[in-house]
């Protein structure tokens, strides 16, 4: 069974830029998430998708990260404009119980 | 307050040694409590989930188990592919959200 899949693995951008990540659930997973993680820290949820429709944001800086999933399956999330404390890696999860599975994660460096 | 706090925050061991990492919680429902894996430059993998207290779970040289107020993931006699950041992160009632913890960074020596 193919795992959560995530584009780029690594992104580098100036501040004031903005960019995008990608990710492709496990097939028939239902719940997807979007997860920030700060280096030597646990991730933090930033979004839950439940199908289209989003479960939970209440932790996702709105003035400059939005996230959709169109079609029940693929998410994006954007940031714009991105500032240095951006800097993270971006993990998406998806889970059809309890047990969530992650993908490898996009490493934002914000300069 | 943190909700999950992960002790020690480093752990060095030399290959055989057995040893345990600690996870203490406080939420106001547990729904679950969930051990992972992390190894540097991937996502964290599924290890275990435990659901109520006295609950235990094993997986090769792996025993997670659980209190109201605290788990436990024990490792034994364990070889230098152990090494890597355990994360300890618990769901509540109200939603399912994972809460993580820091994590233990576990070095296991030859």
């Known amino acids: 069974e193919a795992g959560v899949a995530q584009s780029p693995r690594y992104k580098i951008i100036e501040k004031r830029q903005s960019v995008a990540f990608w990710c492709n659930p496990i097939?028939?997973?239902?719940?997807l998430y979007w997860y920030q993680q700060i280096l030597g820290q646990g991730p933090k949820l930033l979004i839950q998708f439940q199908n289209n429709g989003v479960v939970d944001d209440s932790q996702l800086p709105k003035d400059r990260f939005s996230a959709e999933r169109l079609k029940g399956v693929d998410s994006t999330l954007k940031i714009q404009p991105a500032k240095l404390e951006d800097s993270a890696v971006y993990l998406c999860?998806?889970?059809?119980?309890?047990?969530?599975?992650f993908g490898p994660g996009t490493r934002l460096t914000v300069l | 307050e943190d909700q999950v706090t992960q002790s020690p925050e480093a752990l060095r061991l030399q290959e055989g040694e057995s040893s345990s990492l600690n996870c203490s919680y406080t939420?106001?429902?547990?729904?679950?409590l969930f051990w992972y894996r992390q190894d540097p430059g991937k996502g964290p993998e599924f290890l275990f989930t435990?659901?109520?207290a006295g609950e235990e779970k094993e997986k090769e040289r792996l025993k997670a188990t659980l209190t109201k107020k605290e788990s436990f993931l024990h490792i034994t006699a364990p070889k230098p592919e152990d090494s890597a950041t355990y994360l300890c992160a618990v769901q509540e009632n109200s939603g399912y959200a994972l809460n993580f913890g820091k994590g233990t960074s576990l070095l296991v020596t030859p």
């Open positions: 097939s028939g997973h239902a719940t």
């Open positions: 435990l659901y109520s």
């Open positions: 999860a998806s889970s059809l119980g309890l047990e969530q599975f």
């Open positions: 939420v106001s429902g547990l729904r679950g």
